[in-house]
């Protein structure tokens, strides 16, 4: 099996690698927009072939990686169905629910496989956590917890471009903790605030954040996302239910300080981001990959799905920037 990447930062450097790792992989195929950086990325990288252009790249693989910026999601997107082939684009495939909408509607016609790359959907404890509740071992949800900030702030030149805390940082969670409840938000209330650097005040964001989402059956969610961990990266879910309280995210690399007796202490090899927390679930989300392309395994991520979290991200800072909540129809 051939499988292609289209743009190798630092994202699609580490999927490709992962990708050239899976034994049924014979050769992964390299292309970037920028001139010379696929080339040079395939000379640092066993197993993989730089290649000059998209079409070429395309019409030589069994299923392509789609890692460039989000604003050329749709389009590389449009080129990768229209060819036949399998792709898992990373999150998101356009930049608003319009576009992404009417992206999904020429996706679904296509009738061609695509993944979107939310990697906490292929983590293996968060997948275990999903089975636990799908099988009712932890009973009614009652209450979701979920906690994500990142040790370092992004480069604030990145900001502008982000999207924003609700679309950037937090997106992840809007979509994993629906998918984990298995009901539909109806309600969306959200609060920020800048207490990191100014640079987030001045690109209009905020580099703390609170949601609260409310599902149709009664359940509550709170995440909490922030721009700043002095111990490391950190991200939990915790689930508690009538059956059982599960959480996820909890092991000796958890850059969390207890004061009680015998507590959790962070440890110097604390989690320094989100490739190191999550490299399970990126090697697991390559795995997978290969799995859909060869017709082995249903869609994990599959594109419509990742409509909801957009909207639900849309509804978050409409919320934020207003101080009330707001409803949710036809999620």
């Known amino acids: 099996m051939r499988i292609g990447v289209a743009g190798v930062g630092r994202i699609g450097t580490m999927h490709a690698a992962n990708l050239a790792a899976l034994d049924r992989v014979d050769e992964v195929l390299l292309f970037d927009p ?6 040079q990325a395939s000379a640092e990288l066993s197993g993989t072939k730089a290649v000059d252009d998209l079409d070429t790249l395309l019409g030589n693989v069994d299923g392509v990686l789609l890692a460039t910026p989000t604003n050329t999601h749709p389009e590389m997107l449009r080129a990768s169905i229209a060819k036949g082939v399998p792709t898992l684009c990373e999150k998101p495939i356009a930049s608003d629910v319009a ?3 009417a992206l999904i509607a020429d996706v679904e016609k296509s009738g061609v496989e695509v993944l979107v790359g939310f990697q906490r959907r292929f983590d293996p404890a968060i997948y275990e956590l999903h089975r636990r509740i799908r099988a009712g071992e932890v009973g009614d949800v009652y209450l979701v917890r979920a906690v994500g900030n990142d040790a370092t702030p992004p480069d604030f030149s990145y900001l ?3 999207g924003g805390i609700f679309r950037d940082l937090l997106i992840h969670d809007l979509d994993c903790v629906p998918w984990l409840v298995g009901e539909p938000v109806v309600e969306v209330y959200a609060s920020g605030s800048v207490l990191v650097h100014q640079a987030f005040a001045d690109a209009d964001d905020v580099d703390n954040a609170v949601v609260m989402l409310k ?3 009664g359940a509550h969610a709170t995440l909490a996302g922030g721009r700043h961990d002095p111990v490391g990266y950190d991200h939990r879910i915790e689930v508690l239910g009538s ?3 599960l959480v996820v995210g909890v092991d000796p690399r958890t850059p969390l300080n207890s004061l009680e007796p ?4 962070a440890g110097p090899d604390a989690y320094p981001g989100f490739p190191e927390r999550f490299h399970r679930a990126y090697v697991n989300e390559m795995n997978l990959f290969t799995q859909v392309v060869a017709g082995e395994v249903a869609n994990p991520s599959p594109a419509r799905e990742s409509l909801i979290s957009l909207r639900l991200a849309e ?3 409409q919320s934020r920037r207003s101080g009330a909540p707001v409803r949710i129809e036809g999620n």
Request: glycine share 16%.
């Open 315 to 317: 509804a978050c800072e």
């Open 34 to 39: 920028v001139p010379g950086r696929a080339a």
């Open 160 to 162: 502008p471009a982000s």
């Open 262 to 265: 015998g507590g959790h202490v």
């Open 99 to 101: 576009e992404m909408a």
């Open 243 to 245: 059956s059982d309280s």
């Open 215 to 217: 599902f149709a059956g």
